[in-house]
């Protein structure tokens, strides 16, 4: 048997080398290609997936900064329904969705909180298939009634009769495991209270439902109950902020009702923006930081704050923990609560 020479073992190792250094071109090429497109995103229109109804409390936000997040990102923003299942759906849609950064869910704190507890057979981690991009806003609820339907005037006289009358009362939600009905569980179970869920498809539905008597009462947000408030239609007992908020300053909050239970209730709940797991970070610092641009300017912050709403900026690092945080709180309001869809 022949032996090989070194010439003979150089000239094998030569199509050995040149199959190495084609890879490492293509992997440096690909790596190149990678960063530009993150240096140029966005290229092409921008989908906002929205998991609630148009003209929902949710959706109202999200339109709000629609135009002036367009205008910094230099591409149009399109924002596509898909509603149900609290949610869920966009959700879902989102996270099968390509990471380039052109498909962004408008998410909320029920969304990417206390779904996860509420369902128990999600097609999705609502932590681990997403990327936290920004956050928007701090969404006040208040409790909100018909005063023909439950005539009181305050907190305390509203769990009193509710007490009195365990299972007499009905509230409305926008939907099973949405904001609403997650802020008036906690506010049952922390008091004791027994009353019948109704819950609806959205924000239109909720708070007419008040304001026709067909139901008692809702948490709804500020921004919803405002215009049936300020024409007479509806009652705002209290805010489910730590501290009162603008838009309805004579509305005190839930807290200082003094009743044992309401001691540090806080039901605010949060709306922000997430894009699918594996999104380059330097596309999710540029949507954040567009963000925090968005809302920093004094007409978007007065509007928002005008509504009942504080406007919400931290980094992508910090609204992660923000999410990790609220998933564990919510998750103990459902299991003290006793709440179960699925």
């Known amino acids: 048997m022949q032996q090989p020479t070194a010439f003979t073992s150089r000239r094998r190792a030569i199509p050995f080398l040149a199959a190495a250094l084609g890879c490492a071109a293509a992997l440096a090429a690909s790596f190149g ?13 921008i989908t906002l997936i929205m998991g609630f109804p148009a003209g929902s409390g949710v959706d109202v936000v999200a339109r709000a900064v629609q135009e002036p997040l367009s205008h910094k990102l230099g591409q149009p923003i399109i924002i596509d329904y898909k509603s149900g299942a609290a949610g869920n759906i966009a959700s879902e849609y989102v996270a099968r969705a390509k990471p380039d950064g052109y498909t962004l869910a408008f998410g909320t704190a029920a969304t990417h909180g206390s779904n996860a507890a509420l369902y128990k057979k999600l097609p999705f981690d609502v932590e681990a298939d997403f990327v936290p991009v ?53 506010f049952n179970s922390r008091l004791g209270l027994n009353m ?66 309401t001691q540090g209730f806080d039901s605010s709940i949060w709306f922000g923006v997430f894009a699918p ?26 509007r928002f704050e005008s509504q009942g709403n504080a406007i919400r900026i931290e980094t992508p690092e910090q609204f992660r923990q923000t999410v990790h945080t609220d998933r564990t709180k919510w998750a103990q309001v459902v299991k003290d609560a006793k709440i179960s869809i699925d």
């Open 33 to 45: 290609a990678h960063a530009d497109t993150a240096a140029d995103w966005p290229k092409q229109p």
């Open 134 to 186: 920004a956050p928007v806003l701090d969404v006040s609820n208040v409790l909100t009634i018909n005063p023909n339907v439950i005539d009181v005037k305050t907190v305390k006289e509203f769990v009193e009769l509710v007490k009195a009358n365990p299972g007499k009362y009905n509230y409305a939600s926008t939907g099973n495991g949405a904001g609403t009905h997650m802020a008036f569980a906690e």
């Open 196 to 261: 019948v869920h109704v819950p609806y498809k959205g924000g239109p539905e909720a708070i007419t439902s008040v304001v026709r008597g067909e139901t008692c009462c809702i948490m709804n947000q500020v921004q919803t109950v405002l215009p049936h408030y300020k024409a007479g239609k509806v009652r705002l007992l209290g805010v489910t902020t730590a501290k009162p908020v603008a838009a309805v300053k004579e509305v005190p909050t839930i807290a200082s009702s003094g009743l044992p239970g």
């Open 277 to 302: 797991k594996g999104t380059d970070a330097a596309i999710v610092k540029k949507i954040n930081t567009a963000i925090k641009e968005v809302l920093e300017q004094p007409e978007v912050r007065e």
